[in-house]
């Protein structure tokens, strides 16, 4: 049974830094590519950071780069995200989501997807 398990998230202020992980089971995991994605309050879940089994490619949506980082440990089984600067308004539940073939922006293309951590902007 597949089981991706995130965790990290909390309150933290506009500025301010999250490190999110995602914790996995059931599967090759280092023959995935992992997602990130989050859904605010009455919106669609978005795409936000991926990257492939390797590690050797990222992929941000342009709303993070330069403030968020993905990253993962094949023997952990784990994929984490570092998010720094974090934006008012903030507030979302964070998904991360495993992808056999190759990082995709589409929550569709991703069969397997964790419960959830919810980060609230507490400014």
């Known amino acids: 049974q597949v089981q991706l398990v995130e965790s990290g998230g909390g309150l933290v202020q506009a500025g301010g830094s999250l490190r999110l992980s995602c914790a996995t089971s059931?599967?090759?995991?280092?023959?995935?590519?992992m997602g990130w994605f989050r859904q605010a309050p009455g919106k669609e879940r978005e795409f936000v950071a991926g990257?492939?089994?390797?590690?050797?490619?990222?992929d941000y949506a342009d709303s993070v780069k330069g403030r968020f980082t993905i990253s993962r440990d094949n023997c952990k089984n784990t994929v984490y995200m570092q998010m720094n600067s974090l934006k008012p308004g903030g507030t979302a539940v964070y998904y991360c989501?495993?992808?056999?073939?190759?990082?995709?922006?589409?929550?569709?293309?991703?069969?397997?997807w964790g419960q959830g951590t919810q980060v609230t902007d507490s400014s």
């Open positions: 989501a495993a992808e056999r073939f190759a990082v995709a922006r589409t929550h569709r293309d991703y069969p397997y």
């Open positions: 059931g599967l090759t995991f280092s023959t995935f590519a």
């Open positions: 990257i492939g089994w390797s590690g050797g490619r990222t």
